[in-house]
């Protein structure tokens, strides 16, 4: 990779902080590990299934690179094993 941009909607609730997201708000921290996951080439997790059990937890311990995200999470603040797991397979 040569270069990379990543850019936030001003409209969003953005939370930057380092303690629980507020309800109704977007994890700042979050949403760019996810996006520098896609930046990296790496995939949604398990992105060929309709529904995928890991994804559908609601714990700190969920993927990282899930399709959908939560308000008011910290879940995709840290690289999880099934994390590694998705960047071991896609290098």
């Not at 040569?2 to 309800?23: I, Q, R």
């Not at 529904?51 to 990282?64: L, Q």
């Amino acid at each position: 990779m040569y270069s990379a941009n990543m850019k936030v909607d001003s409209a969003e609730l953005w939370y930057a902080g380092t303690g629980a997201t507020p309800n109704n708000h977007v994890d700042l921290w979050s949403i760019a590990l996810h996006e520098a996951g896609h930046m990296t080439a790496w995939v949604h997790h398990l992105d060929e299934f309709e529904y995928d059990p890991e994804c559908a937890t609601h714990d700190e311990f969920r993927p990282t690179m899930c399709k959908e995200y939560l308000l008011g999470t910290v879940r995709g603040r840290t690289l999880e094993s099934h994390d590694v797991d998705t960047f071991d397979n896609a290098y």
